[in-house]
């Protein structure tokens, strides 16, 4: 396919190299999530006038390094201290231990709750976390000592009730973020912390040791007025909870670099 375009060099320097061309379903232009392709393709210049020349399907490879041509043009910023990760795609930090008010409305509580039977808002600790935002949603991870970890940091299961097994959010209801980047950094941690938990996602019960599960964790810390949450009963982060127990334990560089990917 060739098609001919209007565009000429601009006076600082800059010429029509490339073009990149995006498909989508008829219909499907402002429906989230629906298919689409993109095709990668050199405009000649044979006949004075840019051409586009025939493609091929754009790769991660081409989409990353236009991405950081461009970005070169963004005006710089400061990070927040606590920010580990700042890309285009991906935004990482840690979030401090702190006690805050918890939002309880269980569904099902267990017999011989104390506090949570009912729903009720009630101060309890949590632990540091470990939050890693990309434009498709937000991964929620606990971490082993309320401190600034690094890349060799061992990852652990959130104890927060609405994350899935794997470490994603359960969005539901919860009002997502309008944008992306270091501006919106609050919003996903109101998403995390503000909502109200309702119910343990499936397997979340099998990610902390002890008995009694995470409802009755949560309601023993509410019926204390405990102010440290017991880290040491939270398991390394595992999406397979099948997976054998000598398997190395997650980090938080591999585990960024494997959402990055």
């Known amino acids: ?16 190299s490339h073009a990149i061309l995006l498909y989508r379903a008829q219909g499907a232009a402002s429906r989230q999530g629906a298919d689409a392709f993109a095709t990668y393709h050199e405009v000649e210049q044979a006949t ?26 963004a005006a710089p910023e400061i990070l927040p201290a606590n920010v ?11 979030v401090p231990e702190q006690v805050r008010p918890a939002h309880f409305a269980l569904s099902e ?20 976390h470990l ?15 309320n401190v600034r ?22 969005w539901g209801s919860i009002a997502k973020p309008k944008g992306f ?8 941690e109101r998403a995390v912390f503000d909502s109200w938990s309702t119910h343990p996602n499936l397997g979340q019960d099998q990610t902390i040791t002890g008995k009694g599960g995470l409802m009755r964790l949560w309601d023993d810390l509410a019926a204390r007025g405990a102010t440290r949450f017991p880290v ?30």
């Not at 580990?84 to 840690?94: N, P």
């Not at 509580?109 to 949590?126: I, N």
Request: net charge positive; aromatic share 6%; charged share 20%.
């Open 84 to 94: 580990l990760v700042a890309h285009a795609d991906v935004l990482a930090w840690w």
């Open 1 to 16: 396919m060739t098609v001919a375009t209007e565009f000429q060099a601009t006076d600082g320097g800059l010429a029509l």
């Open 48 to 73: 004075g006038t840019p051409i586009i020349a025939a493609g091929t399907p754009l790769t991660r490879a081409q989409l990353r390094r236009w991405t950081e041509a461009l970005g070169r043009t």
């Open 131 to 145: 939050l890693i935002a990309t434009r498709r949603g937000l991964g929620v991870y606990a971490l082993p000592a």
């Open 109 to 128: 509580p267990p017999a011989g709750l104390k506090v949570l039977a009912e729903r009720t808002t009630v101060r309890v600790p949590y632990p540091a």
């Open 232 to 261: 040491r009963r939270l398991k390394p982060f595992n999406s397979d909870m099948n997976r054998s127990a000598k398997a190395a334990p997650i980090t938080v560089g591999a585990l960024i670099a494997r959402v990055a990917r």
């Open 181 to 188: 980047g270091i501006a919106v950094m609050a919003e996903f």
């Open 149 to 170: 970890p690094t890349a060799e940091t061992t990852v652990l299961h959130s104890p927060v009730l609405n994350v899935f097994l794997d470490g994603r959010l359960c």
